[in-house]
């Protein structure tokens, strides 16, 4: 059951079926205003439930990810982006609102039943926008991949910023963007394993897989990280406790 929100909290927008002309924006920023490749789109299972966990270094990561990935995907997005022509865009987009000022039950239940309908969602496990290299992994997107079983896909977005560079907004236009997508893994709770126990190991594989993806990724393209450890609250995942991990489906 979903946890009351709190009181006086600002209420949260639910989204509903992405629409086809959002995927085309996506695509456009990606592909004319800036100048993304792709790589391994190809490990992203064309059915089914799955996960995508992207590193995250730019504002920019969340749409034009969302225009470039093989199958349209739910992203977790914090609430305070849910406001006038973005806001507007973004339910249109199927984009899923995340109250992050307290444990947003109700909107991680929401990417369950995405992942239960055989839908695809995504995640920024670093909460915040920092240098991109997943050194740090928040327990959101462990406590999904336990609950749903599904397939984890690590994302790699790189290049929109760069090593001495200050501005963290946007990239120019026209920039050579990166998104490199890595070999699916499962997270499995093993059996007898208590739930704080399960989550700690989870968010371990998640961080490991990550940013294994992230520095080879790095080596593939030739695209370095910024150097800088600026951390901008854009696309977020709250925290959740380890005692609510109850156990996956496997």
């Keep these: 059951m ?27 920023l990606a592909h004319v205003v ?10 992203v299972p064309a059915t089914g439930p799955v996960l995508l966990a992207s590193n995250h ?15 349209d ?30 444990g947003d039950r109700d909107a991680l239940q929401t990417v369950l039943r995405v992942l239960a309908e ?16 997943a050194a740090s992994v ?13 397939p984890v896909v690590p994302v790699a977005c790189l290049g929109a910023h760069r090593p001495g560079e200050r501005n963290r907004t946007a990239p120019p236009p026209r920039r ?17 394993v208590p739930g704080r126990a ?16 992230v520095l080879d990724s790095m080596r593939r393209t030739g695209t370095p990280l910024p150097e800088d450890l600026d951390a901008a609250a854009e696309l977020g995942l709250g925290e959740m406790a380890s005692d609510d991990v109850t156990g996956g489906h496997r």
């Design 176 to 192: 050579r963007l990166h998104y490199c997508f890595g070999e699916p893994f499962t997270v499995v709770k093993e059996p007898g």
């Design 34 to 43: 800036w100048n993304a490749t792709v790589h391994g789109a190809e490990n």
């Design 73 to 102: 995907v739910a992203f977790l997005v914090k609430k305070e982006m849910f406001g006038g022509v973005v806001g507007w865009a973004l339910l249109r987009a199927g984009q899923i609102p995340i109250d992050r000022s307290h």
């Design 118 to 133: 055989g839908g695809a969602a995504g995640v920024f496990p670093e909460g915040t926008r920092g240098r991109g290299d």
């Design 138 to 150: 928040r327990s959101g997107i462990a406590w999904i991949a336990l609950q749903s079983g599904a």
């Design 57 to 71: 270094a730019s504002l920019t990561d969340g749409p034009l990810l969302y225009g470039v990935a093989p199958r």
């Design 198 to 213: 399960a989550l700690a190991a989870a968010v371990e594989q998640v961080r490991d897989k990550l940013s294994a993806h």
């Design 2 to 28: 979903s946890a009351a929100a709190p009181a006086g909290a600002v209420a949260v927008p639910r989204a509903g079926r992405p629409q086809a002309w959002t995927k085309g924006i996506g695509r456009f």
